[in-house]
């Protein structure tokens, strides 16, 4: 199986910051890369597909970048809404894998 | 607008089969865009991926529980079906279904989510 390893696991930040959410895997997926974002008792919402594609309806604020084992997911300038956990998944081979997961929370 | 609603019992005790069902409304599950997707999360863990089906009924499964799962699928009712056999305490989650889309033919990526259903193994 395909590891997805995020870091960091957690993050305190201001609204305004800029972030970066660090998303690595155990070996090359090229950009088979895709960002969610959940917030507390709710299902997943997909951010970002193929490393960099920001899917409809999501905020020009995010962005993604990366290929092959190291990829990244930019929040230009955080929102109140943007506290939330994030995870990546690969899609390049089954089992199609998670990261862990990095809870964005306030400072 | 697709949406897509799981629904099944909320207790299941252990060594039983879970079965849960996902409704697909607002558009075709018989659509040669698009796979559907099981997933699920443990309480205050992360994310995994059981299994996809298309409309044809062809299925790929997680291997680490490729023994005990089968997901099938009803195009008549616009659902697709997920049973877990011999379950355990370890199978308490939340089972999201969801829907498969591809960038470019071939990236997937799960875009369109039910809000999940809370389902605990326990006598």
């Known amino acids: 199986d395909i590891q997805m390893t995020q870091s960091p696991s957690s993050l305190s930040a201001s609204v305004g910051d800029r972030v970066t959410i660090t998303c690595r895997a155990s070996?090359?997926?090229?950009?088979?890369l895709n960002w969610y974002q959940q917030k507390p008792g709710k299902a997943p919402k997909l951010l970002i597909n193929a490393a960099s594609s920001l899917q409809s309806g999501v905020p020009s604020r995010f962005s993604g970048s990366g290929s092959g084992t190291d990829f990244t997911l930019t929040i230009s300038s955080l929102q109140p809404e943007d506290f939330a956990t994030y995870f990546c998944?690969?899609?390049?081979?089954?089992?199609?894998?998670f990261g862990q997961g990095t809870k964005l929370e306030i400072k | 607008q697709l949406q897509l609603q799981e629904s099944g019992p909320g207790l299941v005790k252990p060594s039983e089969t879970l079965s849960l069902t996902c409704t697909v409304s607002?558009?075709?599950?018989?659509?040669?865009?698009?796979?559907w997707t099981w997933i699920r999360q443990p309480p205050g863990e992360g994310l995994e991926w059981i299994g996809s089906i298309y409309y044809s009924g062809s299925t790929y499964y997680n291997p680490s529980l490729k023994s005990r799962v089968t997901i099938s699928v009803d195009t008549s009712k616009n659902q697709f079906s997920l049973k877990l056999s011999s379950v355990t305490a370890a199978d308490t989650a939340v089972y999201y279904c969801?829907?498969?889309?591809?960038?470019?033919?071939?990236?997937?990526?799960?875009?369109?989510w039910g809000r999940g259903t809370l389902v605990t193994v326990s006598s």
């Open positions: 969801a829907r498969v889309s591809k960038n470019a033919g071939i990236k997937w990526y799960f875009d369109v």
């Open positions: 607002g558009g075709s599950i018989s659509s040669s865009s698009y796979y």
């Open positions: 070996q090359s997926i090229s950009s088979y």
């Open positions: 998944q690969q899609s390049h081979s089954t089992p199609y894998t």
